[in-house]
């Protein structure tokens, strides 16, 4: 029964676009926090804490493509592994919106996590670790359906043939093994083992950053195609402003574990309001002949382990004030533009660069 249903889902849902029609949230992230304890010496006592997520704020509305940016180390993953449960927050709140139920994730018991975490899954950044390659492609697909105990054997197949096909392979590579697939493919194969449960919410962590250039797009292509076959909300993860530029309606910047800035992906390109958002916009390739990137952050990232006192980006900012070494900025509505906001001292009076004026 289960199944019939799932794969009716599948088909019912092909072509219906509810980007504009819908302004519920599918997810509400609010004051959440991660610390990784660091622990030494014979009792391995724990000493300070790797601070990986810092109180983070934001939302994803149903059908909405929400690019999370930053650079390695600011805490992409980590949120994206708490949303899905793979970790348990330190702080804050997690809710999840099931059937117009909202549900605080965090208060689930382990026990019944399970029912729910179909409805969020996981794509991950690198194809070739992520897939177990003892494992038949059937296997790889319809495990997800295994572990929720839905379908019969024939059913699962089914079911993943007409996946696999959809994700742009074919239903006979059931019977095949991961390295008998490019780069791409296997990309495809994480894609089609992430829909199988027909989930409403995937967290797309950095799917196509271990993929050639030509390779990225096509699947970035497919991503969208089934964003829209499948009712699908995304909260996609990128380590720059490049790739997420075409597919997110809104990009929450990110940067040691804190939120430096939220608006609509046009609106951050034209006119970003943090200095950090400058920066990423600035280091996006230009595809020109001899052209640089451009790099206005000095040194790198520090450790969460020791983040710097006030604003976190002011020992790498060039428009650092004494107030920033001192003063925690929050994160306030930018005046005029609807669902900005921007966590800088400095946001209304500096006149930062867009991507066209670079
Ligand atoms: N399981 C873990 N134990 C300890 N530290 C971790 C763990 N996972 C991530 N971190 C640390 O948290 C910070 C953020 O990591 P991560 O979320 O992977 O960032 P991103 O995905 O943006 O590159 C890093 O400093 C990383 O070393
Ligand atoms: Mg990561």
């Known amino acids: 029964m289960g199944i019939m249903l799932i794969v009716g889902n599948i088909l019912k849902t092909r072509r219906v676009k509810i980007k504009e029609t819908t302004g519920e949230k599918i997810l509400d992230v609010k004051g959440l926090k991660k610390y990784f304890p660091n622990r030494k010496g014979f009792f391995q006592k724990i000493y300070n804490y790797t601070k990986a997520i810092n109180g983070v704020d934001f939302f994803i509305k149903k059908g909405e493509t929400v690019g999370l940016v930053g650079e390695s180390g600011s805490g992409k993953t ?99 093994y991961p390295h008998q697939f490019s780069g791409g493919q296997r990309q495809r194969i994480g894609i089609a083992r992430a829909l199988i449960l027909n989930p409403d919410l995937v967290i797309c962590d950095e799917p196509v950053s271990a993929l050639d250039v030509s390779v990225q797009a096509q699947t970035l292509n497919l991503l969208q195609d089934l964003q829209e076959d499948f009712n699908l909300s995304y909260l996609f993860i990128a380590h720059d402003l490049g790739v997420v530029r075409y597919i997110s309606d809104r990009i929450v910047v990110l940067y040691l574990g804190k939120v430096m800035e939220i608006a609509k992906a046009d609106e951050i390109y034209k006119n970003p309001k943090h200095p950090y958002t400058e920066a990423l916009i600035a280091a996006i390739p230009k595809y020109k002949a001899g052209s640089e990137r451009d790099i206005l952050l000095s040194g790198n990232i520090p450790s969460p382990e020791y983040p710097p006192e006030g604003c976190v980006l002011n020992p790498r900012c060039q428009y650092k004030k004494e107030i920033c070494e001192q003063v925690i900025p929050p994160l306030e509505q930018v005046p005029g533009i609807d669902g900005a906001f921007a966590a800088c001292h400095f946001f209304k009076e500096l006149n930062l660069k867009g991507y066209k004026e670079i």
């Not at 994206?80 to 099931?98: K, W």
């Not at 697909?141 to 699962?156: K, L, Y």
């Open 78 to 176: 980590t949120i994206g592994r708490c949303i899905v449960r793979l970790l348990d927050a330190t702080e804050g709140i997690i809710e999840f919106n099931v059937d117009g139920k909202i549900i605080d994730l965090q208060k689930v018991p382990k026990n019944q996590i399970q029912s729910i975490r179909k409805r969020f899954q996981m794509i991950f950044q690198d194809p070739y670790s992520s897939l177990d390659s003892k494992m038949k492609v059937a296997e790889i697909v319809t495990e997800p359906m295994v572990i929720h105990n839905i379908g019969s054997r024939q059913e699962r197949l089914n079911t993943a043939k007409e996946l696999l096909r959809k994700v742009g392979l074919s239903a006979d590579d059931v019977t095949k």
